[in-house]
């Protein structure tokens, strides 16, 4: 990922935080200094939502997933969550946006 390599030093971590609610985290290394986090789903009306830094989500209403923390400056985190209102399947990743030349 990135400049045409590998971006090593990066955890996802998915959990259930005791109310059936998804629970994603991204972390990673000093280098590079901003790696994005994206979840995507089904939509009830057969569209897909899109929640990450420019679309962030909503907790109250649809998507019902949200982005909780943007972390821009290297190590992370970034938070994403997902509520449990609707049963869906959900596609986590993680994208490098340099920040350089």
Do not use: C, E, K
């Not at 090593?8 to 972390?27: C, E, F, K, M, Y």
């Not at 290394?29 to 789903?41: E, I, K, R, V, Y």
Request: charged share 20%; glycine share 10%.
């Amino acid at each position: 990922m990135g400049n045409n390599g590998v971006t090593g030093n990066q955890d996802i971590v998915l959990s259930l935080n005791g109310t059936n609610d998804i629970r994603i985290v991204l972390t990673w290394g000093a280098q590079p200094t901003d790696l994005d986090s994206h979840l995507t789903g089904p939509n009830t009306d057969a569209t897909r939502f899109h929640v990450y830094y420019a679309g962030r989500g909503s907790f109250t209403s649809a998507p019902f997933a949200g982005l909780d923390v943007d972390d821009v400056s290297s190590i992370g985190p970034d938070n994403s969550r997902a509520l449990s209102r609707i049963r869906r399947v959900y596609d986590p990743h993680r994208r490098h946006h340099p920040t350089g030349p």
